[in-house]
């Protein structure tokens, strides 16, 4: 469920700062955050981020297409692998069976 128009987008506050304080900066280093539950805002369009997934951190640059959706939404928490061995070969004896 989104959250209600009054309250507006939720951003951690030390984000704000921190992306104001790059903006002077002319040293351009990535912002480390955990805050996966923040908004993007336009704020943050052409700053550097690195987003924690939970293991490691992922680098992310802000565009105008991200405006609006959260950071963890471009940090993906699971990664799959496949299905084991033992699976693709059960099925391909259930496709010789068949046949």
Sequence with gaps: MA???WKGPFVEESLIKKAEK???D???KPI???SRKSTIIPDFIGLS???YNGKK??????SEDMVGHKFGEFAPTRQFFGHTPADK???E???KDKK
């Design 3 to 5: 959250r209600s128009v």
């Design 22 to 24: 790059q903006k002077n």
């Design 26 to 28: 002319a040293n351009k």
């Design 32 to 34: 480390k955050t955990w």
């Design 49 to 51: 981020f690195l987003i």
């Design 57 to 62: 951190f992922i680098p992310l640059t802000i």
């Design 89 to 91: 070969k059960a099925k």
């Design 93 to 95: 004896g259930d496709n």
